[in-house]
């Protein structure tokens, strides 16, 4: 007998729970099957692309902290690194380790959002994401005492630093790298061989790698599938060349390698920073730059870093004045959602939001 | 059988007349307030107990700041709901919307009646209590399904329709496993399969299957964590509640809590022994067995994610329900073949059987589909 | 897929949870207990130095929101213009520092109150009474080690957790 049954439209957000923002899919279901997904979005577009032209190169980088907003530092640095490239502006030793510092331990601080938001969007109420952010609230505390604030810290500058770091700064750095993987291995011990979470998410959602390529995508979701991709080792920016570590990899680019993947990232950034804690050299942290106005040479530059979510780029275009004439961000979070749809369609409602969870969006920089 | 004349004193035997304090309507008055009391008492300190140990497990304080230790924020929730705003929406069904909380929360109330709070102290006593519990504790589901219907919102809808199913599809073995301790026990009365316990050992050593499969089958039909599908809040935002405020949604999280306890106080009373226990009185003794019941409850709530609804209807047909057939199977085949044997002896061949039959199904168990083809 | 480990991997979870159960929360009591903040903090207001500041604009230049709103006379007095109208609508204030970052006269500091919330926006602008420098007035350290010497050490959560220890 052939039942005939309507397609149900459900509205998951812009206001939901778990879509991490102001997100919009328009899921239309069969029965909890999803048949089909639009994802809708621009709740919170601000024209920052607009907003960059506007301003000096100088006054753009407090607006890079708004982009994506769980990895400000990162954002800051992907900026100031494009304006040295147009306007060749050299940056000191210390300052480029300081900035890798500062990038790993905001990856880890993004990781640790991205895991603890998507093991509740698996359901687990509540407790890894406190957990999580209990962690993350260590390094924010770094980052309030090198920056002052701690979530839009404003902390990079064009050839280096705004300040060098506080003498109290590296013993709390050492002591949290200490305490960081015991930490990590709790969170292992809590939710990864839960039976209940594996059903969840391993086989759900799965990435191919020839989708994900095609896609662009980047970052541990291209990591996830099982491409060995990651930015600091493909074209070493910075001084990322002089560290040792892995790029761990996914096998079957599903939920769970995604998480496996992030969780994994955040030991090689630990073991990131303990080298350049170590080699870390003593000097200035800011080259001599103006402070308030520079005029690059008229030219366009692409420079792009690992960001905790994928590659994310600045394309900067100068006429020679004091603001960038155009200037477009590849935001990683917004890239790679492009294969939602394929991942999505055929799960139910409820895969629906773990997949969207793995992705690990930020809205502020899919909508920018 | 064995009986356990020190730990069980004999005085708890006494047991009260059925018509305690004296005359029908004095006993019905009396029991129904002890009733009341009981339920909403013990739910608003669970309501606290599980804020206060979830927050605790969580790295957090939990709420600490109406009255001692936060104990009055129940109550300064509840003031709070009821100044609220009754909002029905625009195309709700507005009788069935109205309904649907009283529905809830009703039956749960009545599991109460045959509940023991001591030997025979209970509103009644019936001898097909085990029967009465089941049948009235389903109920609620309708109350449940009567809020998705009529709030008109696609949310409580998908809700509704995921309560009904799992409802359905775990009443058969949470009964299927009760079944094996009506067949020790030798009565369905509440209050005989207490007795039972308190003369040989509770039920849970001699039938741990049994009471894995009703813990977590009823932890199912509860809609406790790792099971709380219908109130999903990363999936379907507040699941069936998602349109209801004020005092019809303070009854639905009344009745949630009052499940809770319905499911604390049966798993006590089943398996662990009742109001068996001593030195302390017995009603303590249950609600003791009670609190741990739920704190383990609390417990799991803090620590699993949530199943999706295929591995849901797969863990209660394909994994609870033999189980539970098996149980009841192994337990017939035990109280006919030794029906004298010592309980000493039981419970190892038991224990060892739930294991070896756990892990059998375990290994050929495949949780819920996968993708479907669009 | 099976259950592959029996209930032990939710086992293991439980431990964890009920490890908790026995350690301190973490979190603190807000009003009551306060942190120091960090020594650089981008609170929410700014101290503004009369007697430093010369009028010369660079800081309402460097503010890309457009927050500071300067007025000075016409005409010099000595090697400064007096500033008649000095003010920070700090509802649109984002407390990026630059204004601070960029005074070449060391004028504008940061300030370290963080509790300013006020229920009409008009009351957000502060006005140069308010922003006024004193020696009393509690200044954030940001671009000014000598205040951040000055100012207790931050409160890390990273010191404050010694449960495991």
């Not at chain 1, 999803?34 to 577009?45: N, Q, R, S």
């Amino acid at each position: 007998m052939v039942m005939k049954t309507e397609p149900l439209v459900l509205n998951i957000g812009p206001a939901h729970p778990s879509t991490h923002g102001v997100f919009r899919m328009r899921a239309t279901l069969d029965g909890e099957v999803i048949i089909d997904v639009e994802p809708i979005f621009g709740y919170l577009h601000r024209g920052i692309e607009k907003l960059a032209e506007e301003r000096t190169y100088q006054q753009f980088i407090p607006l890079t902290d708004r982009l994506d907003y769980v990895s400000a530092m990162g954002n800051n640095m992907a900026y100031c690194m494009a304006v040295e490239k147009l306007a060749a502006i050299p940056v000191p030793e210390r300052a480029e380790y300081i900035r890798v510092i500062m990038a790993e331990l905001q990856r880890i601080a993004s990781h640790l959002i991205a895991v603890g938001s998507f093991l509740n969007d698996c359901g687990a109420f509540m407790t890894p994401i406190l957990y999580m952010v209990r962690e993350r609230e260590k390094i924010v505390d770094l980052f309030e005492m090198v920056s002052g604030q701690r979530l839009t810290y404003n902390y990079m500058r064009f050839g280096g630093l705004s300040q060098d770091v506080p003498d109290e700064f590296l013993p709390a750095l050492r002591k949290f790298i200490d305490q960081m993987p015991r930490y990590l291995d709790e969170y292992d011990q809590l939710l990864k061989e839960n039976e209940i979470l594996l059903a969840r998410t391993k086989g759900v959602g799965i990435l191919s790698k020839e989708t994900a390529i095609n896609c662009s995508m980047t970052g541990p979701m291209l990591r996830g599938s099982g491409v060995p991709w990651d930015l600091r080792k493909a074209d070493p920016y910075s001084v990322y060349s002089r560290f040792e570590f892995d790029i761990p990899c996914g096998a079957r680019g599903d939920s769970y390698d995604r998480y496996r993947v992030r969780v994994e990232e955040m030991r090689q950034s630990v073991r990131i920073i303990r080298q350049a804690m170590e080699q870390l050299p003593v000097g200035p942290v800011r080259s001599k730059t103006p402070v308030m106005l520079i005029r690059p040479p008229a030219g366009e530059v692409y420079s792009h870093v690992e960001s905790p979510k994928g590659e994310l780029g600045f394309y900067l275009v100068s006429d020679g004045s004091i603001a960038p004439y155009r200037c477009h961000i590849r935001g990683p979070s917004f890239i790679n959602l492009t294969a939602l749809r394929e991942m999505i369609v055929g799960w139910k409602v409820a895969d629906a939001i773990v997949i969207f969870g793995s992705i690990d969006i930020v809205m502020g920089e899919v909508d920018r | 059988m064995v009986t356990f004349d020190l730990v069980f004193p004999a005085w708890q035997f006494k047991g009260l007349p059925p018509d305690w304090p004296g005359g029908f309507w004095w006993h019905f008055i009396v029991f129904s307030i002890i009733i009341l009391a009981f339920v909403l008492t013990l739910v608003i300190m669970f309501i606290w107990f599980e804020r206060r140990t979830l927050g605790r497990m969580q790295a957090r304080m939990g709420p600490n700041r109406v009255g001692p230790f936060g104990l009055l924020q129940a109550m300064a929730d509840a003031i709070k709901v009821m100044l609220k705003e009754d909002i029905v929406p625009n195309g709700a069904d507005k009788l069935v919307h109205l309904l649907a909380p009283l529905v809830a929360f009703v039956p749960v109330l009545m599991v109460f009646a045959v509940m023991p709070f001591q030997d025979g102290a209970a509103l009644v006593n019936l001898n097909i209590g085990v029967l009465y519990v089941m049948a009235v504790s389903s109920i609620s589901t309708l109350g449940i399904f009567m809020a998705g219907w009529g709030s008109n919102n696609k949310y409580t809808l998908i809700s509704a329709m995921r309560d009904v199913a799992s409802v359905v599809s775990y009443e058969i073995p949470v009964v299927l496993s009760l079944a094996g301790i009506v067949l020790l026990a030798g009565s369905l009365s509440l209050n005989d399969i207490v007795r039972s316990q308190a003369q040989s050992v509770p039920f849970v050593l001699l039938q741990p299957l049994g009471f894995i499969v009703f813990f977590l089958g009823g932890m199912a039909e509860i809609n406790r964590s790792p099971f709380d599908l219908l109130e999903a809040d990363s999936e379907i935002v507040a699941g069936f509640h998602t349109e209801y405020s004020g005092m019809k949604f303070a009854l639905f999280y009344l009745a949630e809590y009052a499940e809770a306890l319905v499911l604390s106080t049966l798993v006590a009373t089943f398996f662990l022994g009742g109001w068996g226990g001593p030195l302390l009185p017995p009603w303590l003794w249950l609600i003791v067995k009670s609190w741990a019941v739920f704190f383990v409850l609390v417990w799991i709530r803090a620590t699993v994610p949530r199943v999706r609804i295929d591995q849901l209807m797969t863990f209660s047909w394909k994994f609870l329900f033999p189980l539970a057939l098996l149980n009841l199977v192994v337990t017939a085949v035990e109280v006919v073949a030794w029906p004298e044997a010592l309980p000493v002896l039981l419970i190892p061949v038991n224990i060892a059987v739930g294991a070896v039959l756990v892990i059998l199904l375990s290994r050929n168990f495949k949780p819920g589909g996968s993708q479907v083809e669009a | 897929m099976k259950l592959d480990y029996y209930g032990l991997g939710i086992a293991k979870g439980l431990m964890v949870t009920l490890k908790h159960l026995f350690r301190r929360p973490v979190t603190v009591q807000y009003p009551e207990q306060t942190l120091n903040t960090s020594r650089r903090i981008r609170g929410n207001e700014l101290v503004w130095n009369e007697e430093k500041c010369t009028g010369c604009s660079t800081c309402a230049k460097a503010c890309h929101i457009g927050a500071i709103s300067i007025v000075t006379a016409p005409n010099p007095e000595g090697d400064k213009y007096p500033v008649e109208k000095y003010e920070i609508d700090t509802g649109y204030c984002i407390m990026c520092g630059m204004c601070v970052e960029v005074c070449p006269f060391e004028a504008l500091y940061m300030g370290a109150g963080y509790e300013k919330a006020q229920y009409r926006r008009g009351d957000l602008v502060q006005s140069k009474e308010v922003m006024k420098y004193t020696s009393e007035k509690y200044v954030s350290g940001y671009f000014y080690p000598e205040f951040a010497a000055q100012l207790p050490l931050q409160t890390l959560l990273l010191e404050k957790i010694t449960e495991e220890e």
